[in-house]
């Protein structure tokens, strides 16, 4: 089972140009012969995008888009399962590179911390909503905002301890001659990651640190490189499932995650090269 190239039929006419529509990738047979006719992998994408893209409950899924919630939510997680989300988002980034919108030479780290409604996998007390269950998303981005890494932590895990599983996350993006590029040669993070440990760690890995230190006047330079990071984390809340945390399996979660730096992605290579 391979990715074909091309993916906006499951994104609406509002996010994409329509030339782009019509287009899904190949998961291979849905099943064996007989019984209830199998859903149509259009269908199912077109409501986990209505799902991702309003936010709203598997249960409140409108009969009208043709697959319920719950079928949905069960092709989300046999996808994330079987790796597609992942090889759909190092497809999408091999498509960046080729279209020169993709810089991983430079990265940049940032995190941001969700409400999560009835706890779950990898949840913790909120040190910003006085306790309450919450969710951390650590993210990796390029020089020009594109997702390269995502991951979901507890909110009262340290931001020293997300880092450098973080910068292993580092795709391998193909798209130019030559080897790709194993782990990124720079790295900018703001005071949250500010530890000679890590600088220590990133140095071993022959990244070089950019990691504003605590206690020093802001607008010392490093936040002229690090604001797309906070774009990013914009579009990412822009799809309200990525607000506020409803599920509780971890793999669900991983898979919200990765399908949303996906949609990121497609808007980047689609939309307006220039703001990528």
Known sequence: MKLEDSLDSWLPRTCVCQECRGRVFSLGPSGPAGGRPAISHRVVMNVLWFV???????????????CSGISAHRYLRRWEEMGVWNRLHVDLLRMLRQADQLAPELVIVDAVILRAFGGGDSTGASPVDRGRKGTKHSLLVGRHGVPLALRTAGANASDHTQIIPLVLDFPKVKGKPGRPKELPDELYADRGYDSDSTRWLLAWLGIEPHIARRKTAHGSGPGKVRWVVERTISWLKGLRRMRIRYDRLG????AWDTLAA????????HDDPDSG
């Open 262 to 269: 996906c949609v990121i992605c497609f808007r980047l290579l």
């Open 52 to 66: 991702l893209a309003t936010g709203c409950r598997w249960e409140d899924v409108p009969p009208e888009l043709g």
């Open 251 to 254: 793999v669900i979660q991983d």
